[in-house]
C-alpha cells in the first residue's frame, strides 16, 4: 500500500489543481446521478398519487421536470469536464513520470545498464508505467468520490426521510460494497499478475526472437523461440478469461448490495408513508436514491481489479526513478593542467560487486599527448573492465588515477567526458542516417559540419563506403545494420574522434579489419588527433607495430 500512496502522491503533485478539479467534478456526477434518480422516484410517484386523488390539475409538473432535465444535462456536462481533465492530469503526470524513469535509469551503474535488457527497460517505460494510468482515474479518485457521496446521501436521506433509511443504505453499501471490493482486489492479485507477466513476456520473447532470428534459424530453434511467444499469448487470454469472469461474479455481489440497499430503504420508507410520517413521494425518493448509489462503485470496481498489478509495476517503476542523484564534486576543476600528464594510475584494482576475486590489481600507466600505448593480456584478463574504469565508469576499489594532475573522481560529468572519450568493445550505432550516426558525438543541438564527417570517415577508410552507399544521408536499419561488422566498427570510431577528446580509450579497434584497413585506421586516427594519447586493447600482433609502448594486464 505505501507503494501506492507514493506512488499516488507523486503523481498528483505536479496537477494538484487539476486534480482536485477532477474531483470535485466525479463527485458532482456520481451526486447528480443520485439527485437524479431521487428526484425522478418522487415525480413519478407524487404524479401518480396526484392522479389518484384527482388533484392532478393542481400538480406542478413543469417545475420537477425542469430539474430532471437540468440534472440529466447537467451530469453529462459534469461528466464530460471530469473526464477531460483527470484524464488530461493524468497523462500529463505519466508523461513525467517516464522521464523520471528514463533519468533514474540513466543514473544507474555502468554496468546494471549494459545487463538492463532492451525488453526489459521498455516493459518499464510502456507497461509498467501504463499499469499505473488507472491508479488515480479508477482507484484514488473514485474511492474518495464515492466516499464523499454515500456520506452526502447518508446526510440527504436522514434530513429528508429520517436517519434510519440514511444510516440503513449506508450501512448496507458499506458492508456490501466493502465485500465485495475487497474481495475483488484479493481474488484477481494473481490473474492480474498473471496477465502482466504473461503481456511483459510476449513483448520480450518476440523482441529477442526477432533480434535472434539469424541463430535461432541456424539452430532450428525458431519454431521453438514462437511456441514459446504463443504460449505466453495463451497465458495471457486465460488470465484475462478469469479477470472477467470475476468481474462478473462481483458485479453480482454489487448489485445484490444495491436490491438490498433498495429493499431497506423501501421497507423503512413504505412503514413511515403508512404510519404519514412522509409522504408516499418523499419515501420514494430513498429507494430510487439507493438505487442510483450503486453508481459510485462501479468504476472503483476495476480500480479495485488492479491493485496487485499497480502494486507490482509501482514498485518496479520506484526501484529505477528513486535512483539517487549523482553527487558532483565539490571543488571541480576547469581546466586541464598543461604540465601534468595526461592520464596516471598508480596500483589501480577493480573487484566487482560480491565477487571474490578483483578483475584486475596493481594496474600502473601513465598517458601523454601524442602517445599510442597498448593494454595487452589474454582474454579475460580485464583488460576492457580496467578501460571502463579508467573512463571513470566504475569506481577502483584501491589505488590511484588522476586525470590531467586532478583525482578523476573530482572532474564534473560534462568536463570529463570532454576531456575523455571510450569506444567500447561492442559499440552500438542508431536507426538513422550515417549523418546522425556521427552528430551523436556532439553536444545536443549543435550542427556537424559536412567536411568534419567527411574528414573524420576519411581518416577510418570508411569515406569511399559512405560515398558509395549515397553519401551522409545514407539510412541505416534499427541498431544501425546495414553495414558490415568492421565498417560499423569504424563508424563508431569515426563518431569518437569528432569528440576530439584529449584521451581515446579504444576497446579492439580493429576487430573484424583485414590487416591493411586495421593499418590505415589506426594510422588515420593518429593523424586526425595528433595531439591526442590513445590507450588500446587489441589482440592484433600487426596493431602492435604502431604502439609507442606497451602495457601487460594479468
Ligand atoms: N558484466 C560483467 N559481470 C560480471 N563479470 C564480468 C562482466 N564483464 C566481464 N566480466 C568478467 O570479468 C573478467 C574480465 O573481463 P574483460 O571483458 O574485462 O576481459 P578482457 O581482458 O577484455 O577479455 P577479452 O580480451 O576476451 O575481451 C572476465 O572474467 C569476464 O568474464
Redesign the pocket.
Known amino acids: 500500500m505505501k507503494t501506492l500512496l507514493t506512488l499516488t502522491t507523486r503523481l498528483i503533485a505536479g496537477q494538484k489543481w487539476s486534480f482536485l478539479r477532477g474531483l470535485a467534478l466525479s463527485f458532482l456526477v456520481l451526486a447528480m446521478g443520485a439527485a437524479l434518480l431521487g428526484l425522478s422516484g418522487w415525480f413519478v410517484t407524487a404524479a401518480a398519487v396526484a392522479g389518484i386523488t384527482g388533484l392532478g390539475l393542481d400538480f406542478d409538473f413543469f417545475r420537477p421536470s425542469a430539474g430532471v432535465r437540468g440534472l440529466a444535462l447537467g451530469r453529462a456536462v459534469a461528466r464530460y469536464g471530469e473526464r477531460l481533465l483527470t484524464h488530461d492530469a493524468t497523462l500529463r503526470a505519466l508523461a513525467d513520470l517516464r522521464i523520471a524513469l528514463m533519468d533514474g535509469v540513466a543514473r544507474r551503474p555502468h554496468?546494471e545498464q549494459?545487463?538492463l535488457r532492451g525488453a526489459q527497460a521498455l516493459n518499464r517505460l510502456t507497461s509498467d508505467v501504463d499499469a499505473l494510468d488507472g491508479l488515480l482515474l479508477r482507484l484514488v479518485l473514485p474511492f474518495l468520490a464515492a466516499g464523499m457521496v454515500q456520506l452526502s446521501a447518508l446526510l440527504m436521506l436522514w434530513w429528508l426521510e429520517g436517519l434510519p433509511i440514511g444510516l440503513a443504505v449506508f450501512l448496507i453499501y458499506l458492508v456490501g460494497g466493502g465485500f465485495g471490493l475487497i474481495w475483488v482486489a484479493r481474488a484477481a492479485r494473481h490473474d492480474a499478475r498473471a496477465a502482466e507477466t504473461a503481456l511483459q513476456n510476449i513483448r520480450r520473447r518476440a523482441l529477442e526472437t526477432m533480434r535472434a532470428r539469424a541463430d535461432l534459424a541456424v539452430a532450428g530453434q525458431l519454431e521453438a523461440a514462437t511456441a514459446q511467444t504463443l504460449a505466453e499469448v495463451e497465458a495471457d487470454a486465460l488470465a484475462r478469461r478469469n479477470l472477467e469472469a470475476l468481474d462478473r461474479r462481483v458485479a453480482a455481489v454489487i448489485s445484490l448490495t444495491t436490491a438490498l440497499a433498495g429493499a431497506a430503504a423501501l421497507a423503512i420508507a413504505g412503514q413511515m408513508a403508512m404510519a404519514g410520517q412522509i409522504t408516499p413521494a418523499r419515501a420514494a425518493v430513498g429507494l430510487f436514491v439507493a438505487l442510483a448509489l450503486a453508481e459510485s462503485l462501479m468504476l472503483l470496481r476495476r480500480g479495485m481489479a488492479e491493485i496487485g498489478r499497480m502494486q507490482e509495476a509501482g514498485a518496479r517503476v520506484l526501484a529505477l526513478t528513486d535512483t539517487p542523484e549523482r553527487t558532483e564534486p565539490e571543488n571541480p576543476r576547469s581546466a586541464p593542467d598543461p604540465t601534468a600528464p595526461l592520464l596516471v594510475a598508480r596500483a589501480l584494482s577493480f573487484t566487482?560487486p560480491a565477487?571474490a576475486r578483483p578483475?584486475f590489481t596493481n594496474l600502473t600507466l601513465e598517458l601523454h599527448p601524442g602517445e599510442t600505448v597498448f593494454l595487452t593480456?589474454?582474454?579475460?584478463?580485464?583488460?576492457?573492465?580496467?578501460l571502463a574504469v579508467l573512463a571513470g565508469l566504475m569506481a577502483p576499489d584501491d589505488g590511484e588515477l588522476m586525470l590531467a594532475g586532478q583525482p578523476l573522481a573530482h572532474w564534473p560529468e560534462a568536463k570529463l567526458r570532454s576531456m575523455l572519450t571510450m569506444v567500447p568493445?561492442r559499440s552500438q550505432l542508431i536507426g538513422g542516417t550515417i549523418a546522425e550516426n556521427l552528430a551523436l558525438a556532439l553536444p545536443m543541438g549543435e550542427d556537424l559540419p559536412d567536411a568534419e564527417a567527411w574528414a573524420a570517415l576519411r581518416a577510418v577508410a570508411l569515406d569511399e563506403v559512405i560515398d558509395a552507399r549515397g553519401g551522409l544521408g545514407a539510412l541505416l536499419g534499427e541498431g544501425g545494420t546495414g553495414l558490415s561488422g568492421g565498417q560499423s566498427k569504424r563508424l563508431a570510431l569515426a563518431r569518437a574522434a569528432l569528440r576530439k577528446p584529449k584521451i581515446l580509450l579504444l576497446?579492439?579497434p580493429t576487430e573484424g579489419l583485414d590487416a591493411e584497413t586495421a593499418r590505415a585506421t589506426l594510422t588515420g586516427l593518429r593523424a586526425l588527433l595528433p595531439e591526442s594519447a590513445f590507450l588500446v586493447?587489441s589482440?592484433r600482433t600487426p596493431d602492435l607495430a604502431l604502439a609507442t609502448r606497451s602495457i601487460p594486464?594479468?
Open positions: 554496468e549494459a545487463r566487482r565477487a578483475v593480456g589474454p582474454s579475460g584478463a580485464g583488460k576492457s573492465t580496467a568493445q576497446d579492439e586493447v589482440h594486464l594479468g
